[in-house]
């Protein structure tokens, strides 16, 4: 039988506990600069004792890389286009679907160009559940890791929490740098791709060429040089394999909106 | 006990007539288990197979009388789960009831009865109500009519629950449409291709979105949507309650008098309103109590202050979308309500899951029911008075974990973790670290430190012990799950009673201890977080031999499901809990019906109980020790 008031007396010794190791903490810190980086980390460890609390905002622990927020579009630093193909996908697997994508249009064939005109995501219905990055066939949509985006509405427009795609655009080294680990997976898989690129327009070259033989076999007649044919194929057998990632897209997405 | 075991034999001497019931019913029909076939041989032309699952109940002056040899015989002893499917092609609205023997567990019975579809928002004929048999019913059947309008004849306070008083139709129908109404099913067309953003104020105009019951005019409307609510407490109490709780409810006393004395006092009865707005209801819950002195002699509930149609919204997603949504559910252990969601939605299509995944989900999950319990304790110690010291101390143990959720998942607490199949992430080496240095070093210290700081508390043991008592009869009856019911000497955790995941390859107990007050709810989870802290160690260990880093998705990853159609009700042990989620799909890649079993919210159908008789800042502790969160209870 233990004596009344043990259990509270025990229950003040951790407390107590607790309080001393606030000093003791500190006093480990003693000769190094306070508010420096280690100290933040430290006291947000698992071997965090006394004080865990950070001064936010002069103190600002850094946030995980796979930490998500708002989306953003990435654009190809080399050629200054978007990833983005506007196929649709994120806004079909946004869950309180707040993308609005508008498709671009060939102006003189009407037919669909792979580049999104506009791209809205309304931040006030975002939901920040990563869909559209996880399932963006392109890589072209990635999650922002900035979480400060409140504003003051009378000094600023109104509209602001309704990102279009100006806002939304970002370089792609901006992508890489709060995502460092994907960097060199993503760089490794476009060097694949531009090889299988580089093997396709290859072989459509030589077809061309072949075909062109044929065609100087059949007739005599001066034959169109297969050079310009090899400089170019690159560029249509890249944009015809999107076209035809989008298309295949475009098919399994009309697939899934069928009842 | 003899009953239980006989039950099984039983069927087996008839098998031909629940055949015959069967094949009446050309596709989909339910499989017959044995049980089913005894009802079937016992009520011959009242019942037959319904629709994917369970039993029809054609006859409904027969369901009282069936439900009562499901109780007494066939011994499920707990309403698990009440609700409704809109069958709008075929003009019925089928209730569906699911019941399940407490503590030893197994496959759920269904018994489902339909009613026509009235035209309009016109209510239901009525149907029996399960309330006198199984207490627990009485909200759930309350929520059925709020979203149905599904009259239970015998629930003795059929109003609304989540919805106002005032409210016109009935939001779960198929035919009706909420505000900024845009289309039956995500995807909406106006996203892609040709997508331009508006506001869903300037798409549809408010004025075109309401509404109104008929003749109803909102310039004239004086709510009064207490009216209800207060009326039905002032009625004076003649001082006996019938409630059997342990407590009685005799007459105040009033020491140095005598009872025609106290009689000639004639004390006064009042009725206080706690709530929405106070942080000791965990939220925006709200209380009304009746009060004689500081004694609690009636107290009601009025719950929805945060209710936002979760289940519509369901309705209206994608298989996919779902999942994101369930974390809002219960905020606090987001992983486990995607766990359940998914598991469910796996069953259905049949999809298989890798050994990684599995430990993953068990390694997460049993992270969060520890973030849950620090929580939970931690708040139930604010209530008893012990103001944030510990509350905070187990605070900072949580931000740990949740931290390292965060570092895997992508968010702290909204963690979309879950996929069908799989999980989106696998931990990093340095994450793994981490999760080993929380299992294995900080958070064993802190679960003692808290046991040492808490446990033998003078103050904490006074306020506690015999508090909030409920019988463990009772609490079956009642349809409690989850700590409070092993509080009250009930061994009955979903993880060993319907098991599911892993967790059959761990070594670990269900805590049970007997005197079902708020003492022992607190020691059941100081002693489930231990439990918790070993399934964790062994699934990190185990993982590390057993599974490949990286194999996270069963199965191809695809993000428009089509699960065939049929129906599922799939639960897992939350820590408030038995979650269940009961999932209808017709074949398309919406679900047609996405009902969750929330725990927190059944859960509070008891709090009336345990309060009766008690001191109104016990009826505080009690709520504490329910360990509610709102965004599951009102959905």
Redesign the interface.
Known sequence: M?I?????L??LG??LR?FVETYIEDFKYMGKKAGVQPRMIRR?S???KGI?TIEYPMEKMP??E???YIPFLVKDDKTNEDRCT?C??C?????P?C?????TEDPVTKR?VPAPK?F?I?STIC?????CA??CPFDAIK?NTDYEIAYYPETENDMRL?Y?KNRLTMNESFHWNIHPSVKAAELEAKAADEAKAKAAAEAAAKKAAADAAKKVALAAAPVVPDAPVASVAPTPAAGGAAMAARAAAAA??A???K? | MSEVTATPAKPAAKPAAPAAHGAAKPVAAAKMTPEMSAIAAKFGGAVEAAQYEGLLVTDHSKFIEIATYVRDVLKYNQLTNNTATDYIKDGVIEVVNQFTRVPQGGAPLTLKLRVPRPSGHDKTQPVPSLCPLYPGAEFQERETYDMYGVVFEGNPDLRRILMWEGFNGWPLRKDWKEAYYEGDTKPFESRWPGGDHKLAEERVPWEDNVNYPPGFDPFAFKPHPDGDIYDSMLAPSDGTVSIDNGHGVAPTIVEGLNASEMAELKTDEIIVNMGPQHPSTHGVLRMVVKLDGEKVTDLKLALGYLHRNHEKIGERNTWLHNIPYTDRLDYITGIYNEWGYVLGVERMMGLKTTDRVEYLRVITGELTRLASHFWAIGFLLNDLGAFFTPALYFITERDLIIDLLEAVTGSRMMCNYMRFGGVSRDFTSAQWAMARELAFERLPRTIDELDHFLTENEILKARSIGTGYMSADRCIAHSLTGPCLRAAGIGYDVRRADPYGYYDRFDFDIPVLYNGDVYDRYLVRVQEMRESLKIIQQALNQAETQSKVGDIQGGKKAYNHRVPAGQCYARVETPKGELGYYLVSDGNQNPYKYHIRSCSYINLNSMKEMAVGQKVADSVVILGSLDIVLGEVDR
């Open positions: 233990a009344i008031g043990s259990g509270i025990t229950g951790v407390t607790h947000q698992p071997k965090a865990v946030v995980p796979n930490f998500r506007s649709g996908i806004a079909k697997v946004c869950p679907q993308i609005w994508i508008a498709r669909p506009d809205f309304d939901m920040n559940c990563g869909y996880e399932f999650m309704v279009d399994r997405a697939a899934a909106a009842k």
